[in-house]
């Protein structure tokens, strides 16, 4: 069974960093790629970028490029999205999802998806 | 602001069908698949169909989705209260660079 599993809620203080974590099972985590979804509160889906853990390959959408870092440790099967310093902006649910096989970076869509992350930013 | 343009809500009765508009441009929807989510509430998004019409295993033909253009529609019939959630369109846009999301649309069944 494909199965994705997000770290925990976090509660950060704007300025800290932050990373959280998406385990892939079930499947060869290698072999697709690896996407972040931002929602925030009561709002709609936004595509943050992908990652193949394969090679690393990463592609940002350009409103989040340089805001936060994609990474993926394929040892262990787990992706990451990291900040370096957060922004009561910030403060969304995270969804790690993963590209389906039929699918590609240009022509996008997510078949498996994690349970979510809540990220809450607050001084 | 959305990208893709969906109407905020929709309602219809238990039974009846409904359908949800998402309306782009040539950069996006004209030129590209579109795919459509399911988000109950509380939950993560759902793969409902890709490549604008296609219906993943174990999604019923109760849904069903079509593209005319620069929009795209998804279709539900046979309403069921536990189909009452956030619905979003999906698809890549050729200028950004990136892939968009409609601003999704609330489906009530009355």
């Known amino acids: 069974e494909v199965q994705l599993v997000q770290s925990g809620a976090e509660v950060k203080k704007p300025g800290e960093s932050l990373k959280i974590s998406c385990k892939g099972s079930?499947?060869?985590?290698?072999?697709?790629?690896i996407g972040w979804v931002r929602q925030m509160p009561g709002k709609g889906l936004e595509w943050m970028g992908i990652?193949?853990?394969?090679?690393?390959?990463?592609r940002y959408s350009p409103s989040f490029q340089g805001q936060v870092t994609i990474s993926a440790d394929k040892s262990i099967s787990t992706a990451y999205l990291q900040w370096s310093s957060l922004k009561a902006s910030d403060t969304a649910m995270y969804y790690c999802?993963?590209?389906?096989?039929?699918?590609?970076?240009?022509?996008?869509?997510?078949?498996?998806w994690g349970q979510g992350t809540l990220v809450t930013v607050s001084s | 602001q959305s990208v893709l343009t969906q109407p905020p809500s929709v309602s219809a009765a238990p039974g009846q069908k409904v359908t949800i508009s998402c309306s782009g441009s040539?950069?996006?929807?004209?030129?590209?698949?579109v795919s459509w989510y399911q988000q109950l509430p509380g939950t993560a998004p759902k793969l409902l169909i890709y490549?604008?019409?296609k219906r993943p295993s174990g999604i019923p033909d109760r849904f069903s989705g079509s593209k005319s253009g620069t929009s795209a529609t998804l279709g539900i019939t046979g309403l069921q209260t536990g189909d009452e959630a956030d619905y979003y369109c999906?698809?890549?846009?050729?200028?950004?660079?990136?892939?968009?999301f409609g601003g999704g649309t609330q489906l009530t069944v009355l």
């Open positions: 999802a993963r590209l389906s096989e039929m699918a590609t970076p240009s022509t996008p869509f997510f078949d498996y």
């Open positions: 079930g499947y060869s985590f290698t072999s697709y790629w």
């Open positions: 990652i193949y853990p394969g090679d690393s390959d990463t």
């Open positions: 040539s950069s996006n929807i004209g030129n590209n698949y």
């Open positions: 490549d604008n019409n």
């Open positions: 999906g698809t890549w846009d050729s200028s950004l660079s990136a892939a968009v």
